[in-house]
Structure formats: C-alpha cells, structure tokens
C-alpha cells in the first residue's frame, strides 16, 4: 500500500525525537488517518511480509474473550510472549523482570476480555451496587442486524476499572461500525501506533474483523479507517523502514473465508489468494 510507505516518510521527515517508558526513543508524529476501500482488495502490506497467521491467531484469540497466552502458544502465535499482567508482575524493562513477564501465562483483561466482557459497577433504584458484564461484539452485531442505520454501534477495550490488570493498556482502543444496511464500514481509534512493527497487523486484524462480521450480518464490507495518535517509528528500526522504502508496492490479494458467524469463527478459516510480498524484513520489538 503506497498510503502505509507514505505515512513512513512523513515520520520520517516530519517527526520529533521523543522519550518513551521502553527506553527506546521514538520518531513521533501526531495525527494520521488511514482509509481504504475494501472493493480494490484486502489491506496488507506487500513491501514486506505479514504474517496473516498470525493476525488470525491473535484475532481468534481476542474474539474469544482470552486472556492465557498459551492459548496463543499452542497455535504457534508469540506476539505476546514479553508481556503480562501487572498486577502479578509490575512493569519493569530490566531484563530480569522481563525475564519473569516471559514466564508469566496470565495477561488479565485485555483486548478481548473487554470485547466480549467489559466489567462495570451499576446502581440499582435502592442505591445497591451491582457488577455487570456486558458482550459488547455480541450487542454490537446484535445492533447491527436489528437497527444497521444506527450510530452508536462503538465497542472499546479502554476500561479505566481493569487498566491495572491488563498486559498492556490498549493501542487499539475502540472500534465503531456504520452502515447503511447493505455496506459495512469499520472506524478504528489507536492512541500509540508502532508503525513498522504493530501498525501493519493491526490494519489487517481490522480488516479481517469488518470482513466477518459483515458476513455475519450480511452485508458487504466496505471502508476501513483508522484514526492514529501518537505514530512513531522506534529509532532501532530505521534501517528496516528504509529498505521498506526503497520497494515498490504490488496488487493487493483478495481473501476467502467461510465464515457465517464471527463468534464461532477459527483461525484456519481464513486465507490469501494472490498475495505475493517482498521478502520479510525484522523489526526490534520494544517491551
């Protein structure tokens, strides 16, 4: 996608040198909004390798409301390896508390768990408090099938009540869907977006989701937007962003799947035709 390579060299040429709690400075720009149109194809890089995969596995794996990453490691997926939960694990980047975050399986309640199991208080008419759960992706679809036209469809992860006990605070914190009956769009909102490394799954992640869930309500897929904050570049990946650049996009694939029902939806079920990137290109993770 040539808009992904120009949001790089804008970083690149218009960005400030910020500090950051990995220790790892950062290229920084503030504000961006991503857009595609999903009738010229599925949205994934094609100057480098994306491992679809593994974005299907941690979709899956949000889907699902978990929050176990062995369930991630036993279907091969270990983007979450480095991380935990806090609240067992206080966040340190010293390599011997990174060490024991490796080891913990427990991640709390992060993306998924607040999609399908956002944790609140209410009060009831006689002032008691009451815990309630709320599937907001089953209420968001729900909505979709019974009021498409309607503008409040907006599932988020930002769970002020949980933050202590997520893994990570979300990046991607909020999702809304708009349609007018026959096409689907899907809005995202992310507050730090690690370009070369987190950005191109989580254009992807999106795409597949809006791919599903207007199977599921039966319409077609339409926009994808992306609404960006704090869009950086770690100053240990330049070197890769600059090879990025120095490539010339190709066709976009287009994808299949069976999907009938995004809840019940697996991993496997999803694949590629025609998707022919460049060769991988590795990017330093910063915990």
């Known amino acids: 996608m040539q808009q992904y390579l120009d949001l790089l060299n804008k970083i690149i040429t218009t960005g ?16 961006y909004m991503f857009e595609h149109e999903m009738l010229t194809g599925f949205p994934i890089l094609t100057t480098k390798k994306v491992g679809i995969k593994n974005v299907s596995k941690e979709l899956e794996f949000f889907i699902r409301g978990l929050h176990l990453k062995n369930w991630l490691q036993n279907v091969g997926c270990h983007i979450w390896d480095e991380w935990c939960t806090p609240s067992l694990i206080p966040y340190s980047n010293d390599p011997e508390t990174k060490e024991k975050m490796k080891n913990e399986n427990e991640l ?3 993306y998924g768990v607040q999609w399908r199991q956002w944790r609140g208080v209410k009060i009831d008419k ?4 009451k815990l309630v759960l709320i599937d907001q992706l089953k209420n968001a679809i729900e909505t979709l099938k019974k009021d498409p ?4 469809i907006i599932v988020s992860a930002w769970n002020p009540v949980d933050m202590d006990d997520m ?3 979300p990046c991607h914190y909020g999702f809304q869907f708009l349609s007018d009956g026959y096409t689907l769009d899907l809005l995202w909102n992310q507050r730090s977006v690690d370009t070369p490394l987190g950005l191109p799954y989580n254009i992807s992640s999106y795409a ?16 994808l937007i ?7 570049i770690y100053v240990n990946q330049m070197e890769g962003v600059e090879e990025q650049l120095s490539r010339t996009p190709k066709a976009l694939p287009l994808c299949t799947t069976s999907c009938t029902d995004v809840l019940d939806w697996n991993w496997d079920d999803f694949s ?3 998707y022919d990137p460049c060769d991988p290109i590795h990017f330093e993770i910063a915990v």
């Open 16 to 31: 400030k040198r910020k500090p950051n709690r990995t220790g790892i400075d950062t290229i920084s720009i503030s504000g």
């Open 272 to 274: 590629l035709i025609g």
């Open 208 to 223: 597949i989701l809006l791919e599903l869930v207007a199977r599921t309500v039966g319409m077609v897929p339409g926009k």
């Open 126 to 129: 006689d002032g008691n408090l």
């Open 149 to 152: 036209c309607n503008r409040r």
């Open 167 to 169: 893994a990570l605070p």
């Open 108 to 110: 709390g309640r992060i």
């Open 226 to 232: 992306g609404f960006l904050a704090d869009v950086h």
